[in-house]
């Protein structure tokens, strides 16, 4: 009975070693996957940079988009829409929005 609990042991951590040495192999070939895209990325991104110039930072500006003046009086045809209050009203107040 003392042999074969050992013989059983000895199985056991050979099984265990075994299990042990192929999740090894499998991370040293995930970690070379992914040290060859890193590769990749950084060459991509030298790439990138070396179009962009030795001054990434220092380009053009990017343009404001331009909205309507604050300061301007703007005129907006709203016959035929429905509306609330006096007809000929000194000021209209115009809601627009958009359903997408």
Do not use: H, W
């Not at 030795?54 to 009086?73: F, H, L, W």
């Amino acid at each position: 009975m003392a042999t074969e609990f050992a013989s059983m042991k000895r199985l056991g951590i050979i099984l265990t070693g075994a299990a042990v040495g192929l999740f090894a192999t499998s991370c040293k070939r995930d970690e070379q996957d992914v040290l060859e895209k890193l590769a990749k990325i950084e060459s991509k991104l030298a790439s990138i940079e070396a179009k962009l110039g030795s001054n990434p930072g220092r380009g053009r500006a990017a343009a404001k988009p331009r909205g309507p003046d604050p300061s301007a009086v703007y005129s907006v045809d709203i016959g035929g829409a429905p509306y609330v209050g006096v007809a000929d009203a000194k000021v209209t107040l115009v809601e627009a929005f958009d359903f997408a």
